[in-house]
């Protein structure tokens, strides 16, 4: 295996580009070695099912206190046919967007650098520590993707003792038999009133669409900082745009490696209100008429509330933001509000907006990437 910083890989161009940012900075528990078994994951599922792919790395505002992510990785001096590149942004361009100092990586802007700078015909945007089912990874080895289409799919999250086993063929077995939750599609009451089905839930995971798609939308918005809800109006600018949804559907799966301890304590209580109301209520009133008029009442009962909500926004809005234009940077609810306003203007007009302008993905800049190649 050859390392280095030359840009230009003598290699033929992937099939696919996987993009995700990471810094080394532990932001949550044993994020790291979540990301290394990731990392060998696709290593060998590269080499078993013949995958032509480049893996990016952005390494956003790397932590002084910490070695960088080329010196920390551990790495086969076999790769196959993966090319893994680490493009790292520097903490002087980070620092001149005016959160620098209470976030220490724009996620959008980052995964932007990484769409920008891709080779291939297909672009992947993931996160680390998610790992792909083997009929995943054999699906895109297969090259049957549409360059017409982005491409959703379930994401599973799984138990952490995954990070138990040492072997990848051990630990994608694991993720088979050791599901924890399914994040399907959930239909939101914007899309019940526009007739969309959009699969949003998670999407920051996995969007898959060709790099003619992703340069004509210009990459993840980038209208908050923290990158609320980017993914989720992707999607929504990916449709309007007239590029066509396709779900992934089951055994191709998508597996993401629990690291929140409080989930299987929520977990645990939501099944058992499930079960409380399914025997109570919910099984009576599901499939008849009544049942029916219910969910599309209160469907639009909270559309009406919501418009008021969103009238008093209007009023507001302006003199808010002059007085406290830093706590809007940060607020959830407003953000979310701002998502849906901007939903309901595209869905209105019948077509997308693009955000960003040709600087996104900072093209212009001189970035140190350190590309891992095998010899072979």
Not at 169 to 175: N, R, T
Not at 239 to 264: F, M, N, S, T
Not at 314 to 327: H, T
Not at 358 to 376: A, C, Q, R
Request: aromatic share 12%.
């Amino acid at each position: 295996m050859t390392n280095g910083f030359a840009k230009n890989i003598t290699r033929k161009d992937p099939y696919i580009s996987v993009v995700l940012s990471f810094r080394n900075d532990e932001y949550q528990g044993e994020s790291f070695k979540r990301f290394q078994v990731a990392i060998d994951a696709l290593i060998y599922q590269a080499k078993h099912y013949n995958l032509n792919a480049e893996l990016i790395i952005v390494e956003w505002n790397p932590p002084s206190d910490k070695p960088l992510l080329k010196d920390a990785i551990s790495l086969p001096d076999d790769l196959g046919p993966l090319v893994i590149r680490i493009i790292t942004v520097p903490h002087e361009i980070h620092k001149r967007y005016k959160c620098s100092k209470k976030i220490n990586i724009i996620c959008a802007s980052a995964v932007n650098v990484g769409i920008r700078h891709a080779n291939s015909q297909f672009i992947l945007s993931t996160a680390s520590g998610l790992l792909f089912s083997n009929e995943l990874i054999r699906f895109l080895a297969s090259r049957h993707l549409d360059e017409n289409s982005f491409y959703r799919i379930n994401r599973c999250d799984i138990d952490r003792k995954i990070l138990n086993y040492n072997f990848s063929k051990q630990q994608i077995d694991f993720c088979r038999e050791n599901i924890i939750r399914i994040n399907k599609s959930i239909l939101a009451d914007i899309d019940v009133v526009s007739r969309l089905e959009i699969h949003t839930n998670a999407s920051g995971d996995f969007i898959l669409m060709s790099k003619k798609s992703w340069h004509l939308l210009h990459g993840f918005p980038e209208f908050n900082k923290l990158g609320l809800h980017a993914d989720g109006l992707l999607c929504y600018m990916a449709y309007l745009a007239g590029v066509q949804q396709k779900i992934l559907q089951d055994p191709l799966r998508l597996y993401h490696i629990d690291h929140d301890c409080r989930r299987e304590k929520h977990i645990k209580t939501e099944n058992k209100f499930k079960s409380l109301l399914r025997s109570q209520i919910y099984d009576k009133i599901k499939y008849n008429r009544l049942g029916k008029l219910i969910k599309w009442v209160s469907v639009y009962i909270n559309i009406l509330l919501e418009s008021c909500t969103r009238i008093s926004y209007s009023i507001f809005d302006l003199c808010l933001q002059k007085i406290f234009p830093r706590a809007y940077e940060f607020n959830m609810e407003y953000l979310y509000w701002k998502y849906k306003k901007i939903l309901n203007s595209m869905l209105l007009k019948k077509r997308s907006y693009i955000f960003n302008d040709n600087n996104w993905g900072l093209p212009k800049e001189d970035f140190k990437e350190t590309v891992f190649i095998s010899n072979k």
